[in-house]
């Protein structure tokens, strides 16, 4: 990396985008890291479930089925003082029934043989592990504050990319030659430079793009999403994806009580011991059937959710979801939603939800969720490597600034663009200029460490 090649243009001083570079990577590695190796795992939760629920596939079945409402009669009993949450349709004939029991917050999944109703096992949805890789990758398992802490170091770490992408570009006349490709023969820090770069030019837009379409899921800019939304908004505004913990036990809540008022195929109440009338079930479960909605399919009772019967696809690749509202009483369709009838933001955010988890366009897409992964995780060490490589004893090995700065005023332009799209991000922004302003240069040790000294 030399700072000189620049120099010479006006308005471009790429020490301090280097220094910029330096220390949105020195924040961002550790998460990077983290969330490449709990996102590379989670790309494989289909075949991962599948596997682990090889024990409750293929069952001897001798003889008729048990009705639904039988099954889930045995699930609730599974779990005293649970209501029915949900009610998958099974994927064969011999496969063990899952029937989602809940109450309050908790989420129970109970696996049911589909002629002796026998119990096959019981666990709490938040005791799965994917469940497990889902939250550590989402929101460390911190809950909200997590979520918090995931967003600001993503949002951060788009900031490394486009600097990246910037310092590495090539210009002056230079080659492709350690930016497109590497140069193999050289050795000891050039090795890791061009592995940095090269890996980073390659990866960076797939990385920029995970980045983006994780955000709709974070606690603070997926809430001021919902709440942008709802300004001018009559009713209240449902999505299809959860915005952190919060979000995600509160719908838990409303899914797991009854109705507040009215007669929906049931007495009302909102005791979850008190027993319910899931008579419908045994009508709807074959008229859900018959729709071959893509898996797994989901039938509801009526809640404080929903206060209709309804049946819902959770496919990960949610371009095929489907959404039913059901009349329990004659087992009729009373409205079908497909994916192509919601509105255009909830399709968008869809379709890079199911390119972020891998589930678009099948195992390509995993593939290219791995490499993407992969290259971050070379990436980022590479960057310690060479960190580590060129630093001098006693200091951190930010990059020294100049006594003359000369701004990148596009590249700032764009940081300011960032700053108010992603608010945490702009928010950690004026509070790392304040303490640099204000107090980190106030101790010559201290600016001697961090880089602060002008060279």
């Not at 590379?40 to 001798?62: C, G, M, N």
């Not at 911190?142 to 090539?170: F, H, K, N, T």
């Amino acid at each position: 990396m030399n700072p000189k090649r620049s120099a010479s243009k006006p308005g471009l001083d790429y020490r301090t985008v280097w220094r910029w570079h330096f220390y949105a990577g020195l924040f961002c590695i550790p998460f990077v890291l983290w969330l490449a190796a709990t996102g590379s795992i989670y790309l494989f939760k289909p075949q991962i479930e599948t596997w682990l629920d090889r024990p409750y596939e293929h069952l001897a079945v001798d003889g008729a089925r048990a009705a639904p409402q039988a099954i889930v009669a045995a699930a609730l009993a599974a779990v005293p003082g649970s209501a029915l949450n949900a009610y998958e349709l099974p994927s064969s004939p011999d496969s063990a029934v899952r029937v989602l029991v809940g109450s309050g917050e908790r989420l129970v999944r109970v696996y049911v043989h589909p002629h002796t109703r026998a119990i096959l096992k019981t666990i709490d949805e938040d005791q799965r592990p994917m469940r497990w890789i889902f939250r550590l990758h989402g929101e460390l398992m911190l809950g909200d504050r997590g979520s918090m802490i995931v967003e600001l170091a993503a949002s951060w770490a788009i900031v490394m990319l486009l600097s990246g992408l910037w310092l590495w570009w090539p210009r002056d006349g230079a080659g492709a030659a350690g930016v497109l490709y590497p140069r193999l023969s050289a050795g000891g820090r050039r090795f890791w430079r061009d592995l940095h770069a090269v890996t980073g030019t390659w990866v960076s837009l797939f990385a920029l793009f995970l980045m983006f379409s994780g955000l709709p899921w974070a606690k603070s800019w997926g809430g001021l999403l919902k709440e942008a939304r709802s300004l001018g908004s009559s009713v209240a505004v449902r999505q299809d994806w959860n915005t952190g913990r919060a979000g995600e036990l509160a719908e838990r809540r409303a899914a797991n009580a009854a109705p507040d008022g009215g007669h929906a195929g049931h007495r009302a109440h909102t005791d979850t011991s008190a027993p319910r009338d899931y008579a419908a079930l045994d009508r709807l479960v074959p008229v859900v059937a018959a729709q071959r909605l893509a898996a797994p399919v989901l039938i509801a009772p009526p809640s404080r959710a929903e206060a209709n019967w309804s049946a819902r696809s959770e496919a990960q690749n949610r371009p095929l979801r489907a959404n039913l509202r059901l009349d329990g009483a004659s087992g009729a369709i009373v409205q079908r939603t497909d994916f192509g009838q919601r509105p255009l933001l909830d399709r968008i955010v869809g379709v890079g939800v199911a390119a972020h988890e891998g589930q678009l366009f099948g195992w390509p897409n995993q593939m290219l969720g791995a490499f993407t992964a992969l290259g971050l995780i070379a990436v980022s060490l590479s960057a310690v490597a060479m960190w580590w490589k060129r630093r001098r004893s006693g200091v951190l090995g930010a990059p020294p600034a100049l006594a003359e700065r000369r701004l990148s005023w596009p590249f700032l332009g764009l940081v300011a663009v960032l700053a108010v799209l992603l608010p945490l991000f702009g928010a950690s922004l004026l509070l790392v200029l304040a303490l640099e302003r204000w107090a980190l240069r106030r101790s010559a040790r201290l600016a001697q460490f961090l880089g602060l000294r002008t060279a």
